[in-house]
């Protein structure tokens, strides 16, 4: 069907109009070159007009060899807007910490370009970099050009999501271990569980090398691996009075907000308690050049997770309180397999590994994968007055 | 509606191709089926997951999760994809005339 004029979408305008970047006017500028494009603004704007999404549900698509990867879309009023009818999203495998050179995106584009509606979303919630809008006939070959360019298809559906991470060392001082090297590492490791879904229901592993979890993986990952210190925060006074000097607040914007308490500023010299210190990372934010994490780093690994999808949202809880940095790796695999051989011996179809916890209780989850239960683990271990012994241990 | 056709026989079929009423199946429909996914020849190893697909579909009116398909069927998980490159949800279901397991992103 040529079109010489595109066609009005006067709702979709009203996106343009605010002070940001619009999806709206990315659309249409690849409307220019591209008709899937242009039916998606279409079926967009209809999507509006009606009030309802036009987007069926589901759809299986895959490439061989793989069973997650590719997540099928199809819309339905095909007869309308026929060249979405088949508008399926590849989700492509990220590098550690989203570092690209120009050319691997360049590469990317044209692959995309040559396959497909030519645009994309770096980077989807998952971290993957996604490729929006193929048909079903175009699956195979744009596969076989991405595996030629050195990129792999990242995980959807009940599989074990592409791993993701904060640039960590690579970019920043804060980081108590190597991201990067961890992400990476875990990427290559479970192939299997990435391409060939295995699991009752997704499961996400983030990483962030500081508590201020730039990965947001205490908010969304099933397993969070989050870099933290031991020891104390390493303190330079003499930075400390150059703040002060330069007007810093340190009582009220720093001591007054630290959750632990544990601050103390004289106006002439600051302590800090570090038995209390809860590891917030405010105080080292505010005072970059003064504060700084403690030299013993490792990480603190959490579980359990999760976005509202099937059910609410879910916050983290604390696995591991702390494990040395040489050992990272090595304990999360080893918790990984308990963790899985647990959830795929209870967890019902579509439960997360945090709703599962969640149902049976986290004494029986600990007893399941084999780990003593810690203080370290509950968010007010001091508050509660009630004690639960096990039947055993009171004899 | 879509259709599927293989030496002459059609079937109705949804847009990822899979037969629309789970009734009509009967073995010379999964090998018709086997053809569109990438399944030259259905061999023993074929029928034992096809056929427990089958009858856990018909005792229960799901499809099983994967777990339980390799636990059942003694196959590894790799080996259920070198028997169905496309895999058991797209592959071993389509085949085994189940309709598409609803799944998601």
């Known amino acids: 069907m040529p079109e010489d004029q595109p066609k009005p979408t006067p709702l979709l305008d009203e996106l343009e109009t605010g002070p940001w970047p619009s999806f709206v006017t990315e659309i249409k500028r690849a409307a220019e070159n591209n008709p899937a494009s242009a039916d998606l603004l279409g079926l967009l704007e209809r999507s509006y007009q009606d009030r309802k999404g036009h987007w069926k549900h589901g759809g299986i698509v895959g490439v061989r060899g793989y069973g997650s990867g590719v997540i099928g879309r199809y819309n339905d009023i095909p007869d309308e807007f026929p060249n979405v009818a088949q508008f399926h999203t590849l989700r492509v495998n990220h590098p550690s910490g989203w570092f690209y050179t120009s050319d691997a995106l360049r590469t990317l584009a044209d692959i995309w370009e040559r396959h497909g509606s030519g645009l994309t979303n770096l980077h989807g919630a998952t971290g ?20 030629a360019a050195g990129f792999d298809l990242g995980g959807s559906g009940s599989a074990m999501r592409t791993p993701s991470c904060c640039v960590g060392q690579a970019r920043c001082e804060w980081a108590c271990f190597d991201t990067m090297k961890f992400c990476n590492n875990l990427t290559q490791a479970y192939q299997d569980e990435m391409h060939r879904p295995p699991f009752p229901y997704k499961f996400k592993v983030k990483a962030s090398g500081c508590p201020n979890d730039c990965v947001a993986a205490i908010a969304r990952a099933d397993l969070s691996i989050i870099g933290i210190w031991k020891d104390d925060i390493r303190q330079d006074d003499a930075a400390v009075a150059e703040y002060a000097a330069a007007g810093l607040d340190i009582a009220r ?12 500023w004289t106006g002439a010299h600051l302590t800090i308690d570090n038995r209390d210190c809860k590891r917030c990372m405010h105080c080292i934010n505010v005072m970059p050049k003064a504060l700084r994490p403690g030299v013993e780093r490792g990480a603190a690994i959490l579980i359990g997770a999760k976005a509202p999808i099937v059910q609410g949202a879910l916050l983290s809880s604390v696995l591991v309180p702390f494990v040395p940095e040489a050992e990272i790796e090595a304990t999360v695999r080893e918790l990984l397999a308990r963790i899985w051989e647990f959830w795929d011996e209870y967890g019902k179809n579509r439960e997360r590994i945090g709703e599962l916890i969640q149902r049976v209780g986290m004494a029986a989850f600990l007893d399941g994968i084999g780990l003593e239960p810690r203080p370290e683990m509950v968010a007010f271990p001091r508050d509660n007055p009630f004690v639960f012994f096990q039947k055993e241990d009171t004899k | 509606m879509p259709k599927y056709e293989h030496d002459g026989r059609i079937y109705e079929v949804d ?47 799901i499809a099983p999760m994967v777990r339980k398909v390799v636990k059942e069927t003694g196959f590894k998980l790799t080996q259920i994809y070198e028997l169905f490159p496309s895999g058991p949800a797209k592959g071993a279901c389509k085949v085994a005339g189940l309709p598409k397991p609803t799944g998601c992103v």
């Open chain 2, 15 to 61: 847009e990822d191709g899979f037969l629309q009423e789970p009734d009509l199946w009967n073995e010379t429909v999964a090998r018709d089926f086997a053809a569109s996914e990438d399944v030259p020849e259905m061999t023993d190893a074929h029928w034992v997951v096809v056929n427990y697909l089958r009858n856990y579909y018909l005792q229960f009116g």
């Open chain 1, 128 to 147: 993957d970099i996604i490729l929006l809008g193929a048909r079903t006939d175009q699956l195979e070959a744009t596969f076989q050009d991405l595996t």
């Open chain 1, 253 to 264: 914007d720093v001591c007054a907000r630290c959750p632990g308490q544990c601050m103390e």
